[in-house]
Each structure stands twice: as C-alpha cells, then as structure tokens.
C-alpha cells in the first residue's frame, strides 16, 4: 500500500533560517513524489514534482530512494512562505496520496 | 495546466437533507478526482470519477452515500446524501491531464456545514 508520512505537524523558524519539511514514503515501485502547497484562503497548488528536479521559489527537494525520502528544503524563509504543505505520491494512473501535511510558520 | 471551478463554494444544510457539488474544468482532462479534508486533516480520496461508467471508490466510502456522475470529460459531480454533522468538511474535486503526466490540479473546494 501506498503511504506519506510528514512527521512535523507544525514547523516555526525565524526568518532567514533554513527550512527543511520532512517526508517520508513506503511504496515498493517507482513512486512520483510531489509537493503540494496551500497559502491561506488559496487553493491547493503544485510546488514541485522530483522529476523536474528544479528549485520553485528557493525550494527542492531530492528523491532519496534509499531512504525512501523526499524532503523539501529552503536555504533561508521568507515570511511568504507561511503556507501549508503537503507532500504526495502516485504510481501509473493511482490518484495521488498525500501525507498530514505540515503548517510551516516563518516567524519575522 | 487545467483551471477547475466548483459551485457551490460553501452551503450549510440540515441533516437528512442532499447537496449535490459540480467540478467543471476548463479542459478535457482523462481523469477526475474528488477529495476529502475534514478540519485539520489531510485530504482523503472518495473516489475515482470514470466516464461513462461507475465511478471507483476507496475503502471506507460507498456509491449509496456518495453518489458521482461524469457525464463528459470536463465535468463530474459529487453528491452527499442523507448528510449528517460527520459530513461537514471540505470536499475537493481534482483532475489529471494524461498522456503520463502524473500532476493533479485541484479545485477551491466545497466548504460543507451540516447542522
């Protein structure tokens, strides 16, 4: 069965400071690993996917198959990056399944 | 990219009582989706909405409940039925593009209060 996990309910950093947003997956193929983002009274939005292997808006995220991880991070938080972010899986043609999700805070 | 719209975008309805929510997207998508989010939860996939045929639901959900219809490729509904306060969420629709690409774009989504 396929499964997220973000382990961090709530993350609070100072702004400036690096952001890392864990998330960790078990699926026994080839996964495509997304992160989804959701700022206050917008809708839910795609951040990056681990295929495109590029940075949005300072952010990245590496697929660690090892590990079965696929963590997001951010050199240094901007207060606009106050958001809700989840991360999701798919395979083939399944629906995406996505983790608890994680309210990143950046505190001024 | 696929721009989805929802009506209504929020209705409080009274127990017993049926609300039918409409997902229309500006495009022809090959697959709909809709989607749960109770308050603080994440979202939790209802069902697969197919075209021309039953839709496919997840554990945990059935068609008698939640009705779905997708009539053509850029629109589907979702209907709650016989409502009680445990159906107050956030109900989602979501729509992929094919042809390989795995990206789901979503709705604004439908806030429901059942009193």
């Known amino acids: 069965a396929q499964r997220v996990t973000q382990p961090e309910k709530l993350l609070s950093v100072f702004k400036g400071a690096p952001v890392e947003l864990k998330c960790n997956y078990s699926y026994s193929g080839s996964p495509e690993l997304f992160w989804y983002v959701q700022y206050s009274r917008q809708r839910l939005q795609l951040l990056l996917r681990?295929?495109s292997r590029e940075s949005i808006k300072g952010f990245t995220a590496d697929l660690n198959k090892g590990e079965t991880s696929f963590h997001l991070k951010k050199p240094f938080a901007q207060e606009e990056d106050s958001a809700m972010y989840y991360c999701a899986l798919s395979s083939g043609n399944t629906p995406l399944v996505f983790g608890k999700g994680t309210r990143l805070s950046v505190i001024a | 990219s696929a721009v989805i719209s929802q009506k209504p975008s929020r209705d409080i309805c009274q127990r017993g009582t049926s609300l039918t929510i409409q997902c229309q997207v500006d495009s022809q998508v090959t697959m709909m989706f809709w989607y749960r989010q109770q308050p603080g939860q994440s979202l939790t996939l209802i069902a697969t909405a197919n075209q021309g045929s039953e839709a496919t639901y997840e554990s945990g959900f059935v068609i008698d409940k939640f009705p779905i219809s997708r009539p053509n490729l850029t629109f589907s509904t979702l209907t709650v039925s016989n409502m009680s306060p445990e159906d107050s969420s956030i109900y989602l629709c979501?729509?992929?593009?094919?042809?390989?690409?795995?990206?789901?774009?979503f709705g604004p989504g439908t806030r429901l209060t059942v009193l």
């Open positions: 681990h295929i």
């Open positions: 979501s729509a992929r593009k094919g042809g390989g690409a795995h990206e789901q774009f």
